[in-house]
């Protein structure tokens, strides 16, 4: 049988996310961090309510999840997050020994890749799930805000 | 006339930074963030207090600086912190648009450098001031480690 709990299923709830940064006018990239089918934390970039660069929604989500593990290391979580982390981020998973990271969308150019940052070893990687609506909802922001200036 | 003012002052207030999370049980790494010769933040490393990876001096510095600020660009500001900032904290200093870096050791395995890193192109990058005494700190805090376990 399959199971309703797949890596589209939870991108879906980080795409979510992601749309309630849009509404607030936050660049829209969202995550959740799974472990064992249950969310155990979510969040979404808060940079300009926050006025802090360091609030981007895997960084929340890191401590959010290491709060409810009651530990600092992220074994045997997935996140799902819709945009490639960048370097700071990637550097954040890399000391959360994360267990398996997805992400949806590319970002070829503030991506961790693009940019020489590196994972855990340990951090399985997978990308390309719901790629197109992730794109699709962050090219709408910045089509938006350029005709808003 | 020289000023009171220059790069080891605000290095040893860094450094009394570390010595707080030295104190604390913490790798020992502090800084302070500075505007026209004024300390408007300072931090130090409290990923074990935490519980949480994200808990670097310079993450926390980078957010209270912004608060202090009331805008996320740390324009004009110079971060002096006791250690080479991981690939992390270079992402965080990336998205800072700061405008100097000065940092005390070198770190050859954890270090931006290493790992690939980079800040913004308009960071201006020192190392070396106190690098002795960051150094030694960070020396005795791993071998009382090594000898308590």
Chains 1, 2 share one sequence.
């Not at 849009?22 to 808060?46: D, F, M, Q």
């Not at 300009?48 to 074994?75: P, R, S």
């Not at 945009?83 to 503030?110: I, T």
Request: aromatic share 8%; proline share 3%.
């Amino acid at each position: 049988m399959l199971s309703p709990f797949d890596d589209e299923y939870f991108m879906r709830k980080a795409l979510e996310e992601a749309e309630e940064a849009y509404t607030k006018g936050e660049i829209p990239v969202g995550v959740v961090v799974v472990i064992n089918n249950r969310i155990i934390a979510r969040g979404h970039n808060l940079t300009e309510t926050l006025n802090d660069v360091t609030a981007h929604a895997e960084m929340q989500a890191i401590t959010a999840a290491a709060n409810f593990l009651g530990g600092k290391y992220l074994v045997d979580c997935t996140m799902y997050v819709t945009l490639e982390p960048c370097q700071m981020c990637a550097g954040a998973l890399y000391w959360s020994q994360l267990s398996k990271l997805v992400f949806a969308a590319e970002d070829h150019q503030r991506g961790y890749r693009k940019n020489g940052g590196k994972l855990h070893p340990k951090t399985q990687i997978k990308h390309g799930i719901l790629e197109e609506e992730a794109s699709a909802l962050l090219k709408r922001f910045f089509i938006e805000k350029r005709n808003l200036n």
